[in-house]
Nanobody, 124 residues
């Protein structure tokens, strides 16, 4: 049974930084890709970005490009989401997800395994 556990969520002020972690119960190197999603109250879940595990290639939604960075540490079975210059509109529950198959993308339908989420709140 694959388990993904997110951590690192917190309340910060505008312009602050946070690093979220996603620890997997299985070897992350076995996945095709892992992604980060977020969902604000009353809004649909949104893909923030994803990483192809074998190549380390990353993709980001336009609203976070230049501010967010996804990285992986397969030795620790962990994927990270470094978030800089946070804005109030980044406030959401953040989820990590994993897929063992292609394709990967910004849609939740591409990912089979999900964590429970960690809350990020950015105040102005």
């Amino acid at each position: 049974q694959v388990q993904l556990v997110e951590s690192g969520g917190d309340s910060v002020q505008t312009g602050g930084s946070l690093t979220l972690s996603c620890a997997a119960s299985t070897y992350t190197g076995s996945y095709t890709c892992m992604g980060w999603f977020r969902q604000a109250p009353g809004k649909e879940r949104e893909g923030v970005g994803h990483i192809y595990i074998k190549t380390g290639t990353t993709f980001y939604v336009d609203s976070v490009k230049g501010r967010f960075t996804i990285s992986q540490d397969n030795a620790k079975n962990t994927v990270y989401l470094q978030m800089n210059n946070l804005k109030p509109e980044d406030t959401a529950m953040y989820y990590c997800a994993a897929s063992s198959t292609l394709p990967c993308g910004y849609s939740a339908r591409f990912f089979k395994f999900w964590g429970q989420g960690t809350q990020v709140t950015v105040s102005s």
